[in-house]
Nanobody, 113 residues
């Protein structure tokens, strides 16, 4: 069993930055990613990174968000810049290991003046 613990959410003004972290209790993790879910909306992919470091992003965050990982620390990061009110959501970390999928508990990101 793998547990994922996110941190780094909070309240930020439009145009500001936040950095999220997600630590896995297990190793040998394959792809890791960040998803988000705003009130009344479906959960959506924000960014994903393979075990080898290949990344892909939602069009809405390209150029503003950066995903990275430290395999030695079993940690994935999401650097969010130029935040907009529409980025407000609960952000979830996801990890794949083999055929299993694991989710974190989520961390709230609120972008508001």
């Amino acid at each position: 069993q793998v547990q994922l613990v996110e941190s780094g959410g909070g309240l930020v003004q439009p145009g500001g930055s936040l950095s999220l972290s997600c630590v896995s209790s297990g190793s040998n993790i394959d792809a890791m990613g960040w998803y988000r879910q705003a009130p009344g909306k479906q959960r959506e992919l924000v960014a994903r990174i393979s075990s080898g470091g290949s990344t892909n992003y939602a069009d809405s965050v390209k150029g503003r968000f950066t995903i990275s990982r430290d395999n030695a620390k079993n940690t994935v990061y999401l650097q969010m810049n130029s935040l907009k009110p529409e980025d407000t959501a609960v952000y979830y970390c996801k990890a794949n290991r083999g055929v299993r999928v694991y989710w974190g508990q989520g961390t709230q990101v609120t972008v508001s003046s």
